[in-house]
């Protein structure tokens, strides 16, 4: 089992930046495949970035967040963290961390998928 406790949100003016973290505990973080999710308002939850879950490996990303957001991770650290840059209104929103042991180096991008989940971290960028 693992624990991820997402961290860094904040309000942000638009055009601005942020960069989230999620800390891993509770078990190794090698071999776990991790992501982020968001959900807005009124909306169901969606996949912004997954990770697999090599050091360096691969990675995906939302159309709406691709070239403005990076995901990383120090697997030394069971640490994982998404870099958000040029933020817009649309990008409001509570924002997830999840988890999920793979044996394989696949990027996981549907939220059934994961396995373990933080709390969230709510993110509101001002226009």
């Known amino acids: 089992q693992v624990q991820l406790v997402e961290s860094g949100g904040g309000l942000v003016q638009a055009g601005g930046s942020l960069r989230l973290s999620c800390a891993a505990s509770g078990s190794p973080f090698s071999n776990y495949a991790a992501g982020w999710f968001r959900q807005a308002p009124g909306k169901g939850r969606e996949f912004v970035s997954g990770?697999?879950?090599?050091?360096?490996?691969?990675?995906s990303y939302a159309d709406s967040v691709k070239g403005r957001f990076t995901i990383s991770r120090d697997n030394a650290k069971s640490m994982v963290y998404l870099q958000m840059n040029s933020l817009n209104s649309e990008d409001t929103a509570v924002y997830f961390c999840?988890?999920?042991?793979?044996?394989?180096?696949?990027?996981?991008?549907?939220?059934?998928?994961?396995?373990?989940w933080g709390q969230g971290t709510q993110v509101t960028v001002s226009s």
């Open positions: 999840a988890a999920k042991k793979i044996l394989s180096n696949a990027v996981l991008t549907t939220e059934n998928e994961y396995d373990y």
């Open positions: 990770i697999s879950w090599w050091f360096g490996g691969r990675t």
